[in-house]
């Protein structure tokens, strides 16, 4: 085995980075706070993502957005300014596909391979080690980044090509959000007719109406308890990303479109650390019902 | 057990019809149409529903909508023409849930009880005896009504007062329209992207982003296999009754009344007849991509 450099200790990295400590491997960890870096115990912590990519043959990243992957691979202290031919990075941050496809192919110039792979699964995944990733890139890249994955992923697909993960991480996120409108719409109709809500969940959860989101986050929304599995402002981060690639596809999508518009009131309100099940917030202030009421 | 009455021998109420027979129960029924009355082994054929009301002291309908319900119970010979005090009316077929109290309130009046326990499963639930039953109505009578209903349910919720399963179907709709939405605008954006799309569900089913709906017609779309297990025609008659309502609440529904006018452009296409999950073809057209191309 190489050694496995990890860049980015936040929410979901250090589960990840734990991971990858406790199942063997030598690790070695950057983070733009040094101290949470140093929190993970058995690393080594190196002083910049080239020092990282410098002693390290796979390099995993895992940072928020498409600009902090640009700046961690192409910055004055990059992975590319470290980088030696044969190098593998694998994305599992959620960015665009069509930045990861001109990234990788940057990197490709100088030698180095790119596998992207979003992860599902949130905090509770990475420390357990049970994180879907949907994965992009050439199968021998892929195989390759397995090898180090498994420490911390319960399912890991194949998708296809470079970039294919990132669109199929965002096609997951149109599903969640138009699904949690279902759920909101249709508990909010409920609470209007004044029917029991707990008896309308159980009666339609389990059937042709029924869906992640309803049987986890419904109750959590007939309780009122909006404390996030994933929050409105990294949710509206991934839609933004789900509508520029729609917009450079040329593609509407009507529903997707609603629920950013709608989200975008509840960041206004000032509710975008609450969870996304928040959403029905936006239909509870335009119908002035609430739930539970 | 007293003898019961089956009004509408359509494509549900024949399988459930046959399962009332067939648990030994002493049947009469009566449909517009004789022939499919007659088609029911085992059971009584009477001339009106009328004569169903005086011959039977329960009496299940099962027809088409709310129009169809009032003629059935108010019209010339109609179930309140023939009724005496204590029949127990149980009305299967999804209809208003205003109307739904009206009616009951009127049959009241004659010591005519009424439940309302529309139904999902489709006809293969309906014939293998396992229907899901939303169930609106006074405690004793639904537990008079629960005696008959085993015959062909697999499970029975007792919601609230009468109108309260009418409303709980509806609120069952809105989730099976916007989780098809989901759907449809996530494998519309796959599509668009060119990844593969079985890759795709295989990868996002089992997460958050899951439900019946995707794992159940997702594979028949991507097949283009467009035979209905609902109808777009039955689902919008069902949305008109779910926009109905809340237009009588006053309350806003902006996904379901999107999915609404999406399906009334497959309808003018001709496409009523076929599956609710032919929604897709409403993005195909508007977007000029076709999944599977």
């Known amino acids: 085995m190489e050694r496995v450099g990890f860049i980015g200790i936040g929410l979901m990295g250090s589960g990840m980075a734990r991971n990858l400590v406790a199942a063997g491997h030598d690790v070695v960890v950057w983070n733009r706070t040094r101290s949470k870096a140093e929190a993970v115990a058995g690393a080594t912590v190196a002083d910049s993502p080239a020092d990282v990519a410098a002693s390290a043959g796979v390099v995993m990243i895992c940072v928020s957005d498409t600009p902090d992957v640009r700046a961690v691979v192409e910055g004055d202290d990059g992975l590319l300014a470290g980088a030696s031919e044969g190098l593998l990075i694998v994305d599992h941050s959620t960015i665009s596909p069509s930045a990861t496809v001109e990234l990788a192919s940057r990197c490709a110039e100088r030698g180095v391979a790119w596998v992207d792979a979003p992860v599902s699964g949130g905090p509770e995944g990475a420390e357990r080690g049970t994180l879907s990733v949907m994965v992009g890139g050439d199968p021998a890249d892929v195989e390759r980044a397995r090898r180090y994955m498994d420490a911390y992923s319960g399912a890991i697909v194949h998708i296809g090509p470079v970039g294919s993960g990132q669109v199929v991480k965002l096609v997951n996120q149109v599903l969640v959000v138009i699904n949690q409108l279902a759920s909101s719409e249709a508990l909010l109709l409920a609470q209007a ?52 690639m729609a917009d450079e596809l040329g593609v509407a999508l009507p529903g997707t479109a609603l629920v950013f518009q709608l989200y975008r009131t509840l960041q206004r309100r000032g509710l975008g650390g609450e969870g996304n099940h928040a959403l029905v917030k936006a239909l509870e202030e335009l119908n002035g019902i609430r739930l539970g009421d």
Request: charged share 25%.
């Open 193 to 244: 007719a004044g029917v029991d809500l707990e008896a309308t969940l159980r009666a339609v959860e389990g059937g042709a109406a029924g869906s992640w989101m309803l049987s986890n986050r419904g109750p959590q929304m007939i309780e009122r308890d909006w404390r996030p599995g994933f929050t409105i402002d990294l949710q509206q981060k991934d839609l933004r990303l789900v509508l520029d």
